[in-house]
């Protein structure tokens, strides 16, 4: 069994349907004091986009390192039914061979198992809902999945947020309706951030902190129009922020590009671990770290949408190509 004073734990933190809309990324009126903790004591990523814009193929690919579209996992939850390529594996099957617990849960009580929404049938991907069920000494690999800010919005009555202090991207109506819903949007961070909280606070009382590395992401971009389903920035773009203590310099921004695709194989570097062929994604942290070119998205079906559009993207440019172009943006769902 691997000691887990020697070997360094795992922590990945989802946000869902989240955009980089915190105030250490620079978006006034929101308040995240926890992230913000994070960021000062980690890394920023400005530059962070997952490989689709909605939930069950944007997961498929992170926990499998490969795209969605090479494995059958592209079309929104159509695909349950099936078991996962016999020649691929979760990144939790990784570290269980390794000799690490894996648990999945959204956090406080921990209570039980939280989000999965893979597109293909995973069987056991984890071995319990808490790092504390695992054996003595035993290092951890979990998930902590919080759902409040995916529709409908949690709102933070500690804080309420007015609507007319919420300043809303310019290609929305200026409309108090619109003001609300984002202010509502806005609040669901709030209660995010408090709850990231709780999870630093009880790493720090169990003495986890300084052997865990902490990754916060989001599985994509924020559920307003243009956002979520969609290949636009607000899609597509997500908050990326890395703990790894004595590893990562404190307060650090990364410019660097860097796709979901490339999380499991990154964290399974840095773990020490030998990264399956199968697996797409490029390294961005660790020794074995390189950049990226560009990073590439693709949305297909979404609920109950016939779609497919891809897109391609570097620091400077996006191109968003539409193989349906007879067919709306806005069609039914």
């Known amino acids: 069994m691997s000691d887990s004073k020697s070997q360094p734990n795992f922590l990945w933190i989802y946000g869902e349907d989240l955009s980089p809309d915190l105030a250490c990324y620079g978006t006034p009126v929101v308040q995240t004091p926890n992230l913000d903790r994070l960021v000062a004591e980690g890394a920023r990523y400005t530059n962070a986009f997952v490989t689709c814009s909605v939930c069950s193929p944007s997961r498929s690919a992170i926990i499998t390192g490969t795209y969605q579209v090479s494995f059958d996992a592209h079309n929104h939850r159509s695909n349950r039914d099936k078991p996962l390529r016999q020649d691929m594996q979760l990144i939790t099957d990784c570290f269980r061979s ?9 956090g406080p009580p921990y209570n039980r198992a939280g989000k999965t929404d893979f597109n293909f ?3 056991n991907p984890f071995d319990g809902i808490d790092w504390n069920q695992r054996a003595d000494g035993q ?3 979990a998930q902590i999945n919080i759902p409040v800010t995916h529709r409908d919005f949690v709102p933070d009555l500690n804080r309420p947020i007015d609507p007319e202090d919420v300043e809303i991207p310019p290609y929305y109506p200026n409309h108090p309706i619109t003001h609300k819903d984002w202010a509502m949007y806005l609040e669901s961070i709030q209660v995010l951030d408090r709850r990231v909280g709780w999870i630093l606070k009880r790493l720090d009382e169990e003495n986890l902190t300084e052997n865990t590395v902490i990754f916060f992401m989001s599985d994509h971009g924020r559920a307003h129009p243009r956002g979520k389903q969609f290949l636009y920035d607000g899609g597509t773009r997500i908050p990326l922020i890395v703990r790894w203590p004595d590893k990562i310099e ?15 194989p990154t964290t399974l570097s840095i773990a ?17 770290a390189n ?4 990073v590439f998205s693709a949305r297909d079906r979404c609920d109950e949408t016939d779609d497919r559009i891809r897109a391609a993207r570097n620091k400077r440019f996006k191109y968003i190509r539409n193989y ?5 943006y806005t069609q039914f769902n």
Request: aromatic content about 14%.
């Open 250 to 264: 404190a307060g650090t921004i990364v410019e660097d590009l860097v796709s979901g695709v490339d999380f499991a």
């Open 139 to 141: 290092p951890f690999y």
């Open 324 to 328: 349906y172009p007879d067919r709306p």
């Open 121 to 123: 049938v995973a069987e």
């Open 98 to 106: 390794a000799g690490y617990f894996t648990s999945n849960s959204p």
């Open 272 to 288: 020490g671990l030998e990264v399956p062929d199968f697996m797409q994604g490029q390294i961005f942290l660790g020794e074995q």
């Open 291 to 294: 950049q990226r070119r560009a």
